[in-house]
């Protein structure tokens, strides 16, 4: 017999029916068994009366909570029933795999335990249905995120992992032993892609894993992430990417509200807000004057950065004056930039970039980049690097490289946003840190 899914159990009242998937919970009465079976689709309710066959009931009692099953019965319409009105009268039983008992906990038991023991046994946690519709909401967002650029003449692009030269800095490198030498693993995609543009593609994009060794214990970072990165050539400032992203980010928002918005709000409370167009745009010097005006302190040692606690309000004015989640920071110092990072030409001590915060929280750093190999050398060499690592990287400018921009995105970031969730270690299929390497 095919497996028939939970949620389409409806469409076969009245027939004989095949269904596999968790017990969730075991109701064990006098004449009666009640066992709620779970699969990724929905939940239902399976009964058996015991005096059909005494052997059968001493199985089923038998039978721990979230044990794999495999259940044969027939459908019938019962609106008393809670679960979808309707009941599965049971057949046979097959357990594929009995759950042992105690669990480490339950997944739908009435306590939850601290994140860091859920961690220890993720495979378990993951069963809750908070975390199978994140996952099923992130999906649904990498699909629109690359329906979009499909439909928007980009390639996507898959760029080495294992490198020989840092794209950002030194500092937040792991080096890894490469046969008789150092390697690197990346920390962005950042030379690759725009290799692309050199290479003419006009319009990439990539979803890869990102390396970075910050030995931080945030509830926003990771030693490893998925990165969401695209560059596209022939802009004339950030202006440009950031237009393509907020139109890419309102396309991703409204086919997740679409698919899943009622859900979101039923499990996390949330009310996903598809942003307006366009977001606002905040020069971070005014940023910093708005701070001050707010009696915001930035930590002294900022050097024009802001920190997130400073983020957070800036969000707040946001909110209080547009009405708005997210906003761009822009024209961020050169002296918490990167060298790529293209300069205003009327203000060197400016770059032509931006952070993207949402709810308070930065989830995209963009910019235009310096592609004329003469001014690149030189302020490669003023940020202290050597040029002869990076030789390979500024070649990709020396036979004819459009003007360029384009912007990384964490993607579990963006579902703390989206979700309304504060720890990324909930976001994210398994948490990499400094002290977590396992499972
Ligand atoms: P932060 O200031 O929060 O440490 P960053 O400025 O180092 O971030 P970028 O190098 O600009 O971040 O990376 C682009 C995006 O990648 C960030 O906006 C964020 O969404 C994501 N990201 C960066 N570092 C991490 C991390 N350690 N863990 C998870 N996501 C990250």
Redesign the pocket.
């Known amino acids: 017999m095919e497996r028939t899914l939970i949620a389409d159990l409806r469409q076969h009242i009245g027939e004989e029916v095949k269904i596999q998937g968790w017990l969730q919970v075991l109701r064990d009465q006098k004449k009666m068994q009640f066992l709620v079976v779970r699969d990724t689709t929905g939940a239902a309710q399976v009964a058996f009366w015991k005096g059909n066959d005494a052997a059968l009931a001493e199985r089923i009692s038998a039978l721990t909570t979230e044990s794999a099953l495999t259940i044969t019965g027939s459908v019938v319409d019962n609106p008393v029933v809670k679960l979808g009105g309707l009941e599965i009268q049971l057949q046979t039983v097959e357990v594929n795999n009995l759950a042992e008992n105690p669990m480490p906990f339950e997944p739908y038991g009435d306590t939850l335990p601290q994140l860091d023991f859920r961690q220890d046994w993720r495979s378990i946690d993951l069963r809750r249905k908070e975390n199978l519709l994140l996952f099923q909401v992130q999906t649904t967002a990498e699909a629109a995120m690359r329906e979009f650029w499909v439909n928007n003449r980009f390639i996507e692009i898959h760029t080495p992992k294992i490198i020989s030269t840092p794209s ?1 800095s030194g500092a937040e490198l792991f080096t890894i032993d490469y046969f008789d030498r150092k390697a690197y693993l990346a ?2 995609p950042q030379f690759y892609k725009q290799m692309a543009m050199s290479a003419g593609f006009e319009r990439v994009f990539e979803f890869g894993p ?1 390396f ?1 060794a ?1 030995p931080s214990f945030t509830s ?4 490893e ?1 998925t ?1 969401v990165d695209m560059e596209i050539s022939w802009v004339e400032s950030h202006e440009d990417v950031m237009v393509m992203q907020e139109r890419w980010l309102q396309f991703v928002y409204q086919r997740v509200k679409d698919v899943h918005g009622e859900q979101i709000q039923e499990v996390f409370g949330h009310e996903m807000i598809v942003p307006s167009l366009p977001f606002p745009r905040i020069p971070m010097a005014e940023a910093v004057e708005i701070l001050k005006s707010r009696g915001y302190q930035l930590p002294a040692d900022k050097k024009g950065d802001i920190d997130p606690g400073g983020e957070r309000e800036i969000a707040a004015y946001v909110m209080e004056k547009y009405n708005h989640e997210f906003v761009f920071l822009t024209d961020w110092p050169i002296a918490v930039r990167p060298f790529y990072h293209m300069r205003h030409p009327d203000n060197p001590g400016l770059t032509r970039s931006y ?2 915060i949402a709810c308070g929280l ?4 963009g910019a235009q980049r310096e592609h004329r190999p003469d001014i690149l050398a030189k302020q490669a060499l003023e940020k202290g690097l050597h040029l002869e690592p990076i030789q390979f990287y500024l070649d990709f400018f020396r036979y004819g490289c459009p003007p360029h921009g384009g912007f ?3 993607l ?3 579902l703390m946003v989206m979700l309304g969730l504060n720890n ?1 270690r909930e976001t994210v299929f398994l948490f990499r840190g400094p002290t977590r390497l396992t499972p």
Do not use: P
């Open positions: 950002e920390q962005s990102v970075r910050d926003r970072h990771m030693t992430f990165g952070d993207l930065e989830i995209t750093t990384g995105l964490g579990s970031r963006l990324i």
